[in-house]
Protein backbone atom coordinates (compact mmCIF):
# COMPACT_ATOMS: atom_id res chain seq x y z
CA UNK A 1 0.00 0.00 0.00
CA UNK A 2 2.75 2.42 0.97
CA UNK A 3 4.97 1.81 -2.51
CA UNK A 4 1.40 2.11 -4.56
CA UNK A 5 1.03 5.35 -2.04
CA UNK A 6 4.69 6.34 -2.71
CA UNK A 7 3.94 5.82 -7.01
CA UNK A 8 0.57 7.87 -6.97
CA UNK A 9 2.42 11.02 -5.18
CA UNK A 10 5.44 11.00 -7.43
CA UNK A 11 3.06 10.57 -10.55
CA UNK A 12 1.17 13.75 -8.28
CA UNK A 13 4.49 16.17 -8.35
CA UNK A 14 5.70 15.01 -12.11
CA UNK A 15 2.37 16.15 -13.16
CA UNK A 16 2.13 19.70 -11.55
CA UNK A 17 6.01 19.62 -12.66
CA UNK A 18 4.62 19.18 -16.54
CA UNK A 19 2.00 21.40 -15.58
CA UNK A 20 3.46 24.23 -14.37
CA UNK A 21 6.45 23.90 -17.49
CA UNK A 22 3.17 24.09 -19.89
CA UNK A 23 2.38 27.35 -18.15
CA UNK A 24 5.45 28.91 -17.94
CA UNK A 25 6.20 28.14 -21.79
CA UNK A 26 2.50 29.47 -22.62
CA UNK A 27 2.85 32.33 -20.68
CA UNK A 28 6.38 33.36 -22.04
CA UNK A 29 5.90 32.00 -25.70
CA UNK A 30 6.74 35.64 -27.56
CA UNK A 31 10.02 35.98 -24.84
CA UNK A 32 11.07 32.15 -25.93
CA UNK A 33 10.55 32.68 -29.10
CA UNK A 34 12.44 35.78 -29.56
CA UNK A 35 14.99 34.26 -27.32
CA UNK A 36 15.26 30.98 -29.78
CA UNK A 37 15.70 33.41 -32.62
CA UNK A 38 18.38 35.42 -31.32
CA UNK A 39 20.62 32.35 -30.69
CA UNK A 40 19.76 31.15 -34.51
CA UNK A 41 20.96 34.66 -35.15
CA UNK A 42 24.13 34.54 -33.05
CA UNK A 43 25.08 31.14 -34.22
CA UNK A 44 23.99 32.14 -38.29
CA UNK A 45 26.78 35.42 -38.00
CA UNK A 46 29.54 32.97 -36.43
CA UNK A 47 29.25 30.20 -39.01
CA UNK A 48 28.86 33.00 -41.65
CA UNK A 49 31.68 34.99 -39.90
CA UNK A 50 33.63 31.63 -40.22
CA UNK A 51 32.77 30.66 -43.82
CA UNK A 52 32.24 33.89 -45.32
CA UNK A 53 34.94 36.35 -43.86
CA UNK A 54 37.39 34.36 -42.03
CA UNK A 55 38.23 30.95 -44.38
CA UNK A 56 38.71 33.16 -47.24
CA UNK A 57 41.10 35.14 -45.48
CA UNK A 58 42.66 32.82 -44.18
CA UNK A 59 43.34 31.34 -48.02
CA UNK A 60 44.67 34.50 -48.93
CA UNK A 61 46.81 34.52 -46.71
CA UNK A 62 48.15 30.61 -47.79
CA UNK A 63 48.50 32.15 -51.20
CA UNK A 64 50.20 35.17 -49.80
CA UNK A 65 52.86 33.62 -48.32
CA UNK A 66 53.36 30.79 -50.39
CA UNK A 67 55.94 32.91 -51.78
CA UNK A 68 58.16 33.65 -48.82
CA UNK A 69 58.77 30.24 -47.92
CA UNK A 70 60.72 29.71 -50.79
CA UNK A 71 62.42 32.36 -50.01
CA UNK A 72 63.46 31.39 -46.20
CA UNK A 73 64.39 28.07 -47.70
CA UNK A 74 66.78 29.72 -50.03
CA UNK A 75 68.26 32.08 -46.99
CA UNK A 76 66.91 34.88 -48.69
CA UNK A 77 66.15 36.89 -45.79
CA UNK A 78 65.62 40.64 -46.74
CA UNK A 79 63.62 38.91 -49.47
CA UNK A 80 61.50 36.61 -47.27
CA UNK A 81 60.35 39.67 -44.97
CA UNK A 82 60.25 43.10 -47.35
CA UNK A 83 58.91 41.15 -50.62
CA UNK A 84 60.44 41.12 -54.51
CA UNK A 85 57.94 44.13 -55.30
CA UNK A 86 56.28 41.93 -57.88
CA UNK A 87 54.39 38.98 -56.45
CA UNK A 88 55.54 38.71 -52.84
CA UNK A 89 54.95 41.82 -50.39
CA UNK A 90 57.17 40.35 -47.83
CA UNK A 91 56.38 38.50 -44.17
CA UNK A 92 55.86 41.73 -42.12
CA UNK A 93 53.25 42.95 -44.42
CA UNK A 94 51.53 39.68 -44.58
CA UNK A 95 51.50 39.77 -40.60
CA UNK A 96 49.95 43.20 -40.42
CA UNK A 97 47.76 42.68 -42.99
CA UNK A 98 46.59 38.70 -42.02
CA UNK A 99 47.18 38.70 -38.43
CA UNK A 100 44.38 37.20 -37.41
CA UNK A 101 44.28 34.29 -39.09
CA UNK A 102 46.34 31.36 -38.73
CA UNK A 103 48.62 31.87 -41.60
CA UNK A 104 48.94 35.29 -40.19
CA UNK A 105 49.80 34.27 -37.35
CA UNK A 106 52.27 31.96 -38.60
CA UNK A 107 54.05 34.95 -40.83
CA UNK A 108 54.82 36.34 -37.69
CA UNK A 109 57.03 33.88 -36.68
CA UNK A 110 58.65 34.21 -40.04
CA UNK A 111 59.48 37.66 -39.90
CA UNK A 112 60.89 36.98 -36.36
CA UNK A 113 62.97 34.49 -37.89
CA UNK A 114 63.97 37.41 -40.99
CA UNK A 115 64.57 39.92 -38.27
CA UNK A 116 66.89 37.68 -36.23
CA UNK A 117 69.02 36.17 -39.28
CA UNK A 118 69.43 39.60 -40.39
CA UNK A 119 71.02 40.57 -37.49
CA UNK A 120 68.34 42.83 -35.31
CA UNK A 121 67.06 40.43 -32.02
CA UNK A 122 65.42 42.97 -30.82
CA UNK A 123 62.92 43.82 -32.95
CA UNK A 124 63.06 39.70 -33.87
CA UNK A 125 61.85 39.23 -30.24
CA UNK A 126 59.09 41.24 -31.16
CA UNK A 127 57.55 39.34 -33.41
CA UNK A 128 57.96 36.20 -32.20
CA UNK A 129 56.63 36.76 -28.77
CA UNK A 130 53.53 37.91 -30.91
CA UNK A 131 53.46 33.98 -32.69
CA UNK A 132 50.28 32.55 -30.73
CA UNK A 133 50.82 28.87 -32.67
CA UNK A 134 49.31 25.77 -31.04
CA UNK A 135 51.38 23.50 -33.23
CA UNK A 136 54.05 22.58 -30.35
CA UNK A 137 56.70 21.80 -32.63
CA UNK A 138 56.90 25.13 -34.67
CA UNK A 139 55.92 26.87 -31.06
CA UNK A 140 58.78 25.32 -29.67
CA UNK A 141 61.03 25.92 -32.00
CA UNK A 142 59.97 29.52 -32.07
CA UNK A 143 60.41 29.94 -27.88
CA UNK A 144 63.66 28.58 -28.35
CA UNK A 145 64.79 31.06 -30.74
CA UNK A 146 63.54 33.70 -28.53
CA UNK A 147 66.17 32.34 -26.09
CA UNK A 148 68.97 32.74 -28.93
CA UNK A 149 67.81 36.34 -29.39
CA UNK A 150 68.44 37.15 -26.15
CA UNK A 151 71.66 35.59 -26.09
CA UNK A 152 72.79 38.18 -29.13
CA UNK A 153 71.75 40.96 -26.99
CA UNK A 154 74.12 39.66 -23.87
CA UNK A 155 70.52 38.66 -21.57
CA UNK A 156 71.54 35.26 -21.11
CA UNK A 157 69.69 34.89 -17.44
CA UNK A 158 66.97 35.49 -19.86
CA UNK A 159 67.66 33.33 -22.33
CA UNK A 160 68.07 30.12 -20.43
CA UNK A 161 64.64 30.57 -19.25
CA UNK A 162 63.50 30.09 -22.95
CA UNK A 163 65.54 27.07 -23.76
CA UNK A 164 64.17 25.24 -21.05
CA UNK A 165 60.41 26.22 -21.28
CA UNK A 166 61.29 25.33 -25.34
CA UNK A 167 62.37 21.80 -24.76
CA UNK A 168 59.82 21.21 -22.26
CA UNK A 169 57.43 22.67 -25.06
CA UNK A 170 59.18 20.13 -27.23
CA UNK A 171 59.36 17.11 -25.25
CA UNK A 172 60.33 14.97 -28.02
CA UNK A 173 64.17 13.15 -28.87
CA UNK A 174 64.79 15.89 -31.80
CA UNK A 175 63.62 19.98 -30.60
CA UNK A 176 64.16 19.13 -26.43
CA UNK A 177 67.86 17.91 -25.94
CA UNK A 178 69.26 21.22 -28.65
CA UNK A 179 67.41 23.13 -26.37
CA UNK A 180 68.83 21.64 -23.16
CA UNK A 181 71.95 21.68 -24.38
CA UNK A 182 71.54 25.36 -25.20
CA UNK A 183 70.73 25.95 -21.83
CA UNK A 184 73.61 23.74 -20.20
CA UNK A 185 75.92 25.80 -22.30
CA UNK A 186 73.99 28.89 -21.27
CA UNK A 187 74.25 28.27 -17.75
CA UNK A 188 78.27 27.36 -17.80
CA UNK A 189 78.75 30.91 -19.06
CA UNK A 190 77.20 32.39 -15.75
CA UNK A 191 79.39 29.64 -13.84
CA UNK A 192 76.40 28.45 -12.87
CA UNK A 193 77.45 24.63 -12.80
CA UNK A 194 75.14 22.24 -11.07
CA UNK A 195 72.27 23.85 -13.42
CA UNK A 196 74.44 23.02 -16.42
CA UNK A 197 74.38 19.66 -15.06
CA UNK A 198 71.66 19.01 -14.45
CA UNK A 199 70.65 20.41 -18.07
CA UNK A 200 72.91 18.21 -19.72
CA UNK A 201 71.71 15.19 -17.06
CA UNK A 202 68.61 15.39 -18.82
CA UNK A 203 69.59 14.91 -21.99
CA UNK A 204 71.51 11.57 -21.11
CA UNK A 205 68.82 10.07 -18.90
CA UNK A 206 65.80 11.16 -20.74
CA UNK A 207 66.87 11.66 -24.40
CA UNK A 208 69.27 9.34 -24.61
CA UNK A 209 68.37 8.22 -28.01
CA UNK A 210 69.03 11.59 -29.55
CA UNK A 211 71.95 13.07 -31.18
CA UNK A 212 72.98 15.26 -28.59
CA UNK A 213 73.05 12.31 -25.90
CA UNK A 214 75.76 11.20 -27.87
CA UNK A 215 78.92 13.02 -26.89
CA UNK A 216 77.00 14.71 -23.73
CA UNK A 217 79.25 13.03 -21.11
CA UNK A 218 81.89 15.35 -22.02
CA UNK A 219 79.89 18.10 -21.29
CA UNK A 220 78.89 16.62 -18.01
CA UNK A 221 82.63 16.62 -17.39
CA UNK A 222 83.50 19.31 -17.85
CA UNK A 223 80.69 21.12 -15.92
CA UNK A 224 81.60 19.03 -12.80
CA UNK A 225 85.14 19.97 -13.06
CA UNK A 226 84.30 23.33 -13.17
CA UNK A 227 81.83 23.48 -10.40
CA UNK A 228 84.27 21.57 -8.10
CA UNK A 229 87.01 24.54 -9.05
CA UNK A 230 84.07 27.17 -7.86
Not at 18 to 40: C, D, H, M, P
Not at 157 to 179: C, H, Q, R
Not at 194 to 212: F, Q
Not at 216 to 227: F, G, L, P, Q
Request: charged share 25%.
Amino acid sequence: MAKKKQEKENELEVGVILSRSEQFIEKNKKLLTYGILGVATIVGLIIAYHYGYAMPRNERAKVAIFKGEQFLERDSFALALNGNGLDFEGFEAIADQYGGTETGNLAKACTGICYYKLGDPQTAIKWLKSYKGVDLQTASTVTGLIGDCYVSIGNTKEAVGYFEKAAAKADNDLLSPIFLKKAGIAYESMNQYKEAIKAYTTIKEKYNRSVEAMDIDKYITRAEIKSEQQ
